[in-house]
């Protein structure tokens, strides 16, 4: 039953995850206009979070099915490095997402939204995944596989253990050994106290300064006919502060209980067993695997962009695969049905086709020939 179960919770959050990342992934990628620091950030959370998925998920169900490993020593230490990191690209992401919803509320003059290049991108990301990748290094080196013989079964049993190994340089050794000591300590500040102090010390002060802004404004608003664009403004401001409260607020519930247990278990003086130590570890690893899964959904939810931009992803994929089987078919849509396809083979130049029923086919754009669009436009026109 419990093997069931597993599977079971395994499969529903590889599936949502899996799904989720890689939506999240793609709608920022062929987009052009939604090439921003904000939403290649996600991106990039989405693309770690996918990586734990993908390749830590299966290699923790089958060891905990089969009580073996894949790829042996290996895994034990790989897994763990993805995971930390991963962990530390959520840490600076929420850091850095905090940053600029400060910056943009404190910001003198307006920031126009603008299409940032991509060295700019890439050069604010990197920071992000260098010092996540660097942070977690020490867990390359302090898992190692384990072998034991079940006494119930006789077969062996592997599981990976931190135990640095002695092969090691002596400086390396005694920094690897230092780590082992503070890592439970190490991982509670950096990986759940700053994220969360951080982003909530952010949030009160982007709030103080958004309430002395409104009262600012207030006065004169009522004297000014074009008070809607500052009002589009807050809105859009508010959506992108519930994003960043609702990613800290998924981390602290999943992070929590595995930071709770970890101190518990170290200075409470209670002596519990193998058995219930690997399955509080298990339970640890799956809240991430959940986070993981959880957090390209939220985002889809709450973001409008995002959510706007893939439902018309999936409208599109729907209609362009009902033309397939008989074009006839899309004669019968409803008339406030909106399609926006996007090539694929168009990567500086982006295709927008915009169907009303009523209205018939516009078309903007420079389009490159492409026999899916041309067939589609030759049919409606």
């Known amino acids: 039953a419990r093997a069931y179960a597993v599977m079971l919770v395994a499969l529903i ?12 992934m793609c709608i920022v990628w062929h987009n052009y206009y939604l090439k921003s620091t904000w939403n290649c950030a996600l991106a990039s959370l989405a693309f770690w979070d996918f990586t734990v998925l993908f390749f830590c998920l299966p290699v923790v169900i089958f060891n905990e099915l089969t009580k073996r490993r894949l790829m042996g020593d290996l895994s034990c230490r790989v897994v763990p490095y993805v995971e930390v990191t991963s962990l530390g690209v959520t840490t600076f992401t929420l850091c850095a997402l905090s940053i ?18 991509c060295q700019s991108i890439l050069a604010k990301l990197s920071v992000i995944w ?6 977690a290094a020490p867990e390359l080196l302090m898992w190692c596989m384990e072998q034991e013989v079940s006494p119930r079964t006789g077969l062996p049993v592997d599981s990976c253990g931190q135990q640095p190994s002695v092969t090691l340089p002596e400086t390396l050794y005694s920094l690897v050994l230092t780590y082992h000591q503070a890592r439970m300590w190490w991982t509670f500040g950096c990986f759940f106290c700053l994220p969360l102090l951080f982003t909530g010390a952010c949030q009160l002060l982007t709030r103080h300064v958004a309430d002395e802004n409104a009262k600012s404004i207030r006065p004169s608003s009522s004297l000014s006919s074009a008070s809607s664009s500052p009002k589009k403004k807050q809105r859009r401001e508010r959506q992108l502060t519930r994003t960043v409260v609702a990613l800290a607020s998924v981390y602290a519930v999943c992070s929590l209980p595995e930071n709770v247990w970890n ?48 439902m018309d992803c999936c409208c599109c994929c729907f209609c362009t695969s009902v033309f397939f089987i008989d074009p006839s078919l899309l004669h019968y849509r409803n008339t406030n049905c909106e399609l926006y396809c996007i090539s694929l083979e168009l990567i500086t130049n982006i295709l927008f086709i915009r169907k009303h029923c009523t209205a018939g086919w516009t078309v903007a754009a420079n389009l490159k020939k492409n026999s899916i669009f041309m067939h589609l436009i030759n049919f409606y026109l």
């Open 263 to 310: 101190f518990v278990l170290a200075y409470s003086g209670v002596e519990v067993g193998v058995a219930t130590r690997a399955l509080l570890a298990l339970i640890g690893q799956f809240l991430l695997f959940v986070r993981a899964g959880a957090t390209p959904i939220l985002l889809l939810c709450i973001c409008r962009s995002l959510g706007q931009a893939f």
């Open 13 to 24: 959050v590889f599936s949502a995850g899996i799904v989720g990342n890689l939506a999240l």
């Open 130 to 135: 260098v010092g996540s990748l660097v942070l």
């Open 100 to 117: 600029d919803r400060f910056h943009a509320v404190t910001s003198v003059q307006p920031r126009p939204q603008q299409v940032e290049s």
